[in-house]
């Protein structure tokens, strides 16, 4: 083994392991009797340590006390209602910017790049007054229709779509392909790599989301995963199996959805070296 990866995986193995310690204690509370104390030191949380047997009964006592089933449902609505007619709409328009040649093309680009530098914080109120006089508050709309539009994902799929050869267009033209045929059969399906990397962070920044769904839910019946979680401190105070329990079913999706998109998160990286 050269001496370059070895030095690699000698870095990064103490890395990794600090990364997925909170994790890990996480998960090990959740299936850890009451009896146990997550805190005490040294710690016992190892059934093979601590002469404990794990038990699910943390979860049940979740599900049965709680809505955090339907929090789940909820989280999942608003990341396919956002995602998909996102990555469309960004997709579009990052085809459009990336490949028609049309005056201003680089002024409207230079424009949608200009928004990187205008914080959250500022457009937070106008964005507010805007979604509560035209879709209302306390529904999914109001926190799925305005981020139909990413200027982050039409970047990424400008560049895409830039790095793809021109013979491939002359040949669709040739054979009496349509524009939207072209976008559609032959040049997108060549922007999987990124479509998964813009679909994958999309995901992280919808499933994680919290400061919208505090501003534009009061109702609990959409509440998103976030806010749910919030709820357990209160609801089961003083049962932080209970809490770690939630802690991992909400966390889970994420590390699923990163695990199914890892070989396109790979193919994307290297794209971009």
């Avoid at 794990?54 to 809505?67: A, I, K, N, W, Y």
């Avoid at 530098?117 to 937070?124: D, H, K, Q, W």
């Avoid at 990413?150 to 009496?176: H, K, N, W």
Wanted: hydrophobic share 55%; aromatic share 16%; net charge neutral.
């Amino acid at each position: 083994m050269p001496w370059g990866n070895l030095l690699t995986i000698l870095i990064m193995t103490p890395l990794l392991f600090a990364f997925l310690y909170p994790f890990l204690w996480m998960f090990a509370v959740s299936v850890s009797p009451s009896s146990i104390n997550p805190y005490a030191y040294p710690p016992n949380l190892l059934p093979w340590i601590g002469g404990w047997v794990p038990t699910v009964e943390h979860f049940s006592s979740l599900m049965d006390q709680f809505p955090f089933f339907r929090f789940l449902i909820n989280s999942f609505i608003y990341v396919i209602g956002e995602i998909i007619p996102m990555l469309f709409v960004s997709s579009l328009a990052g085809y459009v910017l990336g490949r028609w040649l049309f005056p201003g093309r680089d002024l409207i680009f230079t424009l949608i790049l200009a928004t990187f530098i205008v914080p959250a914080e500022v457009t937070l109120i106008p964005t507010y007054l805007v979604v509560k006089t035209s879709l209302g508050l306390n529904n999914y709309q109001s926190l799925i229709v305005p981020v139909w539009t990413s200027a982050f994902t039409i970047f990424l799929m400008r560049q895409a779509f830039q790095g793809l050869p021109s013979e491939l267009e002359s040949a669709a033209i040739v054979d009496g392909a349509g524009e939207f045929r072209i976008f559609w059969q032959i040049m997108l399906p060549l922007t999987r790599p990124t479509l998964a990397f813009a679909a994958t962070t999309a995901f992280a920044a919808t499933w994680g989301d919290y400061l919208r769904p505090l501003i534009y839910l009061t109702s609990e019946e959409f509440y998103p995963i976030t806010l749910g979680i919030l709820m357990l401190n209160s609801a089961f105070y003083g049962s932080f199996n209970v809490i770690a329990a939630g802690m991992v079913l909400g966390t889970l999706p994420i590390a699923i959805v990163f695990f199914l998109a890892q070989k396109h998160l790979c193919a994307a990286c290297q794209k971009g070296r």
